[in-house]
């Protein structure tokens, strides 16, 4: 197949792109059609790697409202809910949600993502219903599991027993939340207990942490401190670090140091956080993310994810990568042309990065897996909120949309 007229990535001059064997064969201007060769001329579209969601709940998606609305819109409340609600779960109810959610995020172009299942549950129902899918949908979406404890390890009868059935049930990364456990110590027990698991099983490690109003709340610091010294480094990821937008300069310049030397991934997300942060503030009220901005400055991976779709954390939702990218740029203020520009980043490179991922991207000699979409470059892409034409892996086309036409009559 011949791929002509696309911006690879912002570029000013367009390319065209021959694939061949489900691989990146060339990327040059100009590329002569062979004969019998399938052409692809997209006038001058936006090429990029496929999105990544790098932090997604799939065992909870699409079960808002079930068995009640969560009308404080905090986290706590959410939790409360969802507990009542993993009493009802079922294999076929897990498959048959996670099942329709994916094909809703395949069809924004999102051909990676990492869930964090919920394994505080004796019969580890929804781990198993999607390590089953992990297998079933391999061709056209990579999912990564995380074991996560989400009522807590230390806190919750037989956690860490929980915790080793996980990873022996197939779980790819090691989860914590040390923010939710009883006391602070059963917290950096939780951590440090994540980080022998994940070395005992050469396995990732991601992180719920910090994610509270509290600006005592730091166990930031025992992530990085133990991912520095235990050698795992970029391997872990503190996923929210939403107290850490509370934290007083002064302990934040201190903290960056280890962060920096830590060299961890940082997962933000933007509109759930938006949405659960700061229900305690009257005024002024707080905006509830990480410090996105710095963390890139100080040289720190940092992506964004989803996180929900439509659960009792979050009411709404479709699983457009465009989502977060757009409210995150607000909330931390990084409206500037560059910065808006290159945030597809944020959802793309910088994610393989926290995943781990080999061979992503448009290069010669990787996986012809790409996104187009109906723009020039990711600053039109975002404003516009311009759909996913087409979606490839591995040469394989895995959806197409027809973009909207409307006629003003006036």
Same mark, same amino acid.
């Given at each position: 197949?011949?791929?002509?007229?696309?911006?690879?990535?912002?570029?000013?001059?367009?390319?065209?792109?021959?694939?061949?064997?489900?691989?990146?064969?060339?990327?040059?201007?100009?590329?002569?059609?062979?004969?019998?060769?399938?052409?692809?001329?997209?006038?001058?579209?936006?090429m990029l790697p496929p999105f990544i969601d790098?932090?997604?709940?799939?065992?909870?998606?699409?079960?808002?409202?079930?068995?009640?609305?969560?009308?404080?819109?905090?986290?706590?409340?959410?939790i409360e809910i969802w507990s009542k609600r993993?009493?009802?779960?079922?294999?076929?109810?897990?498959?048959?949600?996670?099942?329709?959610?994916?094909?809703?995020?395949?069809?924004?172009?999102?051909?990676?993502?990492?869930?964090?299942?919920?394994?505080?549950?004796?019969?580890?129902?929804?781990?198993?219903?999607?390590?089953?899918?992990?297998?079933?949908?391999?061709?056209?979406?990579?999912?990564?599991?995380?074991?996560?404890?989400?009522?807590?390890?230390?806190?919750?009868?037989?956690?860490?027993?929980?915790?080793?059935?996980?990873?022996?049930?197939?779980?790819?990364?090691?989860?914590?939340?040390?923010?939710?456990?009883?006391?602070?110590?059963?917290?950096?027990?939780?951590?440090?207990?994540?980080?022998?698991?994940?070395?005992?099983?050469?396995?990732?490690?991601?992180?719920?942490?910090?994610?509270?109003?509290?600006?005592?709340?730091?166990?930031?610091?025992?992530?990085?401190?133990?991912?520095?010294?235990?050698?795992?480094?970029?391997?872990? *990821?503190?996923? +929210?670090?939403?107290?850490?937008?509370?934290?007083?300069?002064? &302990?934040? #310049? @201190?903290?960056?140091?280890? !962060?920096?030397?830590?060299?961890?991934?940082?997962?933000?997300?933007?509109?759930?956080?938006?949405?659960?942060?700061?229900?305690?503030?009257?005024?002024?009220?707080?905006?509830?993310?990480?410090?996105?901005?710095?963390?890139?400055?100080?040289?720190?991976?940092?992506?964004?994810?989803?996180?929900?779709?439509?659960?009792?954390?979050?009411?709404?939702g479709t699983g457009n990568m465009l989502d977060?990218?757009?409210?995150?740029?607000?909330?931390?203020?990084?409206?500037?042309?560059?910065?808006?520009?290159?945030?597809?980043?944020?959802?793309?490179?910088?994610?393989?990065?926290?995943?781990?991922?080999?061979?992503?991207?448009?290069?010669?000699?990787?996986?012809?897996?790409?996104?187009?979409?109906?723009? *020039?470059?990711? +600053?039109?892409?975002?404003?516009?909120?311009?759909?996913?034409? &087409?979606? #490839? @892996?591995?040469?394989?086309? !895995?959806?197409?949309?027809?973009?909207?036409?409307?006629?003003?009559?006036?």
């Open positions: 197949m011949l791929i002509k007229n696309v911006f690879l990535e912002n570029a000013k001059e367009a390319v065209d792109v021959r694939v061949k064997d489900g691989k990146f064969e060339t990327i040059a201007k100009n590329i002569t059609k062979k004969a019998g060769e399938n052409v692809l001329d997209l006038g001058g579209k936006l790098s932090h997604m709940h799939l065992d909870s998606v699409l079960t808002a409202g079930e068995p009640v609305w969560n009308l404080s819109g905090t986290l706590f409340e959410g993993k009493q009802t779960l079922t294999a076929d109810d897990v498959k048959s949600r996670v099942n329709r959610a994916v094909r809703m995020q395949a069809a924004h172009g999102i051909q990676h993502i990492r869930t964090h299942v919920d394994v505080t549950d004796e019969k580890l129902t929804a781990l198993k219903a999607i390590v089953e899918l992990r297998e079933e949908l391999k061709n056209f979406v990579n999912i990564q599991i995380v074991a996560f404890p989400q009522e807590g390890i230390m806190s919750y009868k037989n956690g860490r027993a929980l915790m080793e059935r996980a990873i022996a049930e197939g779980a790819d990364v090691v989860g914590a939340i040390p923010h939710f456990e009883y006391t602070r110590e059963y917290g950096v027990e939780s951590v440090n207990f994540a980080i022998e698991l994940a070395l005992k099983h050469n396995k990732l490690v991601d992180i719920h942490c910090d994610e509270i109003d509290d600006d005592a709340s730091r166990f930031l610091e025992t992530v990085a401190t133990r991912a520095y010294e235990s050698g795992l480094k970029s391997k872990v *990821t503190a996923s +929210h670090t939403t107290a850490m937008g509370s934290y007083n300069n002064a &302990y934040a #310049y @201190k903290l960056f140091r280890i !962060l920096g030397k830590s060299d961890i991934n940082f997962v933000s997300n933007p509109h759930i956080n938006t949405h659960i942060q700061g229900r305690t503030d009257t005024y002024p009220k707080r905006r509830g993310l990480t410090r996105v901005k710095e963390l890139l400055a100080n040289g720190n991976n940092v992506s964004f994810g989803y996180d929900c779709i439509q659960d009792p954390w979050y009411p709404l977060p990218v757009h409210m995150g740029l607000h909330v931390c203020q990084m409206m500037g042309y560059e910065e808006i520009l290159n945030s597809y980043k944020l959802v793309t490179t910088n994610a393989a990065k926290t995943l781990s991922l080999k061979n992503y991207g448009i290069k010669k000699g990787n996986p012809a897996s790409f996104i187009i979409l109906d723009a *020039t470059n990711f +600053h039109e892409a975002l404003s516009t909120r311009a759909p996913v034409l &087409y979606s #490839y @892996k591995n040469g394989n086309l !895995l959806a197409s949309t027809q973009p909207a036409k409307t006629q003003i009559t006036f």
